[in-house]
């Protein structure tokens, strides 16, 4: 049980007690605290800027019923419930790297879940694809908004493209362990013929935690077909151009990767300012497409609850990464009012310096350390708030073992976002998904629990063979 309560007051404490105790002036303590809180929140405020930009986005397209006339074809796939499960799975990574999964679950679980079942797919299978695929594969990678490997670099001390990329091809390894080994799993009760009726309302009716979430895309669904006429075109263009947008988005960053293409780069703070200017243009339009000159003040609205989503996803992580960035000289300095041209005090580093002998010179037994370290961080069901921990780790640990702080860093951020996100802890976002399709959390986090665990041993094995 202790695991599941949150760090926020233990670091808040902590960070106290290192600002009074390295000046001996408790005065200083005091200013440490909120030293370390302004400087995490300056450091991470990109984060937030993108999360708030992205749900505002979705929530102006659900104003002219664009968002579901965008995932409706998509149920002409569902031939069969073996189909069904993979293309569930792979329309809920595509849409989790651009929206994140939480606000994307009740438009996912609204109108696909459904049809997945009719198609023969069982409920608990529905709801594995999406949360491993979504919660899991997606978030763990994180590699469009890169807020996750952002939070990870920056404990490290090294670029987030580096993070970016080796935590993508690692979350793809440990998601297609995992969705394979749940297909798996669910293989064998796949119907060959569509549910009944009441299964499929029992499915649809089920609200569970997301009550209120659900009731708006309700309310969404039943106006699709009762949208006003002057709505109506403009539903069917954005449904086509935010799709490719987002696509093209991809191809620009992908490109530039190879260089000597005139394109610049896209890593770090400007993959994210790439992806949210192109949010706020299209957001714009949306706006304007709906409300024509009441767009000036339902814009607002919408990014009202951009901002408000924002910092109930990423808030507590702000005193925790203020916390470990005490551990980094890069820091710790302006935390704790170091005078001009006094070398800044590295803890985490010198603590590891401390105690190198006593560490074994191993990077299989550090980096599956760091595995284990991120899925521990990940039990009080956040996932994010162990970043700022494993990645300074990583940067501490990696000279030691000779090996690349990015890939200890990715392999943390492993651990961390597949155990918190919500994939295998009931108490987390893993809630929303079994709510909208109508099983027990916990028996969901039970099933997810082994093709998880598998697959983050796989790609963590592979990190260390090839990095």
Request: proline content about 4%.
């Amino acid at each position: 049980m202790l695991f599941r309560r949150g760090v926020v007051i233990p670091t808040l404490i902590g960070t106290f007690l290192i600002g009074w105790m390295y000046s001996g002036d408790v005065i200083n303590g005091f200013k440490a605290v909120y030293n370390a809180n302004l400087t995490a929140a300056r450091e991470l405020f990109t984060i937030f800027l993108i999360i708030t930009f992205m749900v505002a986005l979705l929530a102006s397209l659900r104003d002219i019923g664009a968002d579901w006339r965008m995932i409706q074809p998509i149920q002409k796939f569902f031939v069969n419930g073996h189909i069904a499960f993979f293309v569930l799975a792979g329309i809920t990574f595509v849409i989790s790297l651009f929206f994140w999964p939480t606000p994307a679950v009740p438009l996912l679980g609204a109108l696909l879940i459904p049809a997945a079942v009719r198609a023969g797919l069982p409920p608990m299978g529905a709801a594995m694809a999406i949360a491993l695929a979504g919660q899991g594969m997606a978030l763990s990678s994180d590699y469009i908004m890169q807020v996750a490997p952002m939070l990870s670099a920056t404990g490290a001390g090294v670029a987030t493209g580096m993070v970016a990329d080796k935590a993508l091809a690692l979350s793809l390894i440990t998601g297609g362990v995992a969705i394979s080994g749940a297909y798996l799993m669910n293989r064998k009760a796949i119907r060959k013929v569509a549910a009944s009726d009441s299964v499929v309302q029992e499915i649809t009716s089920v609200k569970s935690a997301k009550e209120k979430e659900s009731v708006e895309y309700a309310e969404a669904a039943a106006a699709l077909e009762t949208i006003e006429p002057s709505l109506l075109k403009w539903s069917k263009l954005f449904a086509l151009l935010v799709p490719l947008s987002m696509l093209g988005v991809m191809i620009v960053m992908i490109i530039s990767k190879f260089g000597g293409t005139g394109l610049g780069s896209f890593e770090g703070g400007d993959g994210a300012a790439f992806i949210g200017g192109v949010a706020v243009v299209l957001l714009i339009l949306a706006s304007i497409a709906f409300g024509k000159i009441h767009a000036l003040d339902k814009i607002s609205d919408h990014i009202i609850e951009g901002f408000v989503f924002a910092f109930k996803a990423m808030g507590p992580v702000i005193p925790i990464a203020g916390f470990f960035f005490l551990g980094n000289s890069d820091f710790s300095g302006s935390i704790l009012s170091v005078a001009e041209g006094v070398a800044a005090p590295s803890f985490l580093f010198d603590l590891v310096s401390s105690v190198q002998n006593m560490i074994p010179s191993n990077g299989f037994i550090t980096a599956f350390g760091l595995l284990l370290i991120g899925i521990v961080t990940g039990l009080d069901g956040s996932g994010f708030s162990g970043l700022p921990l494993t990645g300074s780790l990583s940067g501490a640990l990696a000279p030691a073992v000779n090996m690349d702080p990015s890939t200890l860093a990715a392999i943390g951020q492993m651990g961390a976002i597949w155990a918190g996100g919500g994939t295998i802890i009931a108490w987390s976002s893993l809630v929303a998904v079994a709510g909208f399709a109508g099983v027990s959390a916990i028996d969901l986090a039970r099933k997810n629990f082994l093709p998880v665990l598998i697959g983050l041993a796989v790609s963590t094995l592979i990190a260390i063979l090839i990095w």
